[in-house]
């Protein structure tokens, strides 16, 4: 069964701390994403990630860098959080173009 | 930039009932299209998806497209209490790394 793994799926940090969100699937997909989903506003693409160290910005990437070393692994990192960012953030791998979610993290900025 | 609109927010039916459900798009070079449901608390999960104009039925859904008019829908039929979620439409201008842009949701609640 495809599995896409996030690590933590609950956080709450203060306002200029750094955040690091993890993300891990098991089944060799190329293709990774970042996503925030805000009430009415659906799912909205941070960064797009085609492989080891192929990572290109999506609509929203103010704010955000991203991380992907190994194939299976992508990072999602926040630089001295904002109160804005108090959002929930979903990791996706691709095949075929369908998209596989993580269970997200709900991550509160204080 | 591509602008996905769903329509309506939110609806409320009653069990057995026939829901549709809207979604327009901005770009006329879109090639892919989805439909993503996700429950309370869930991860978003792909319902169906649809590439050529025209109508595709799986059970008890049906997405129908209209590249000309830049819209497509989901239908289903005989709407039970655990199809009671939020719905995302999603397109794509391809498929290879495909770059998806999503609505803003439909909160389906069906009612028993």
């Known amino acids: 069964d495809m599995k896409v793994t996030q690590m933590p799926r609950y956080l709450i940090k203060r306002m200029g701390e750094n955040v690091l969100l993890e993300c891990g699937q098991d089944?060799?997909?190329?293709?990774m994403y970042w996503y925030r989903q805000d009430p009415g506003l659906g799912l909205q693409l941070i960064y797009i990630?085609?492989?080891?160290?192929?990572?290109s910005e999506g609509d929203i990437p103010k704010g955000y860098r991203v991380s992907r070393k190994k194939r299976e692994h992508f990072s999602l990192i926040l630089d001295s959080a904002k109160t804005n960012q108090t959002s929930v953030y979903f990791c996706?791998?691709?095949?075929?173009?369908?998209?596989?979610f993580g269970a997200g993290t709900r991550l509160s900025v204080l | 930039q591509q602008n996905v609109q769903q329509s309506p927010e939110s609806l409320i039916v009653p069990e057995g009932a026939r829901t549709s459900l809207n979604c327009t798009f901005s770009?006329?070079?879109?090639?892919y299209f989805w439909w993503y449901r996700q429950h309370s608390g869930k991860a978003p999960k792909a319902l169906m998806?649809?590439?050529?104009?025209g109508e595709k039925e799986e059970g008890r859904f049906t997405i129908h497209l209209n590249k000309a008019s830049l819209h497509f829908s989901l239908h289903i039929r005989d709407s039970q209490p655990s199809d009671s979620a939020l719905y995302l439409c999603?397109?794509?201008?391809?498929?290879?790394?495909?770059?998806?842009?999503f609505g803003g949701g439909t909160r389906l609640t069906v009612r028993p």
């Open positions: 996706a791998s691709s095949l075929g173009g369908t998209l596989y």
């Open positions: 999603a397109v794509s201008p391809n498929n290879a790394g495909a770059k998806l842009t």
């Open positions: 770009d006329s070079a879109s090639q």
């Open positions: 089944m060799s997909h190329e293709t």
């Open positions: 998806s649809i590439f050529s104009n």
């Open positions: 990630s085609y492989d080891v160290d192929s990572n």
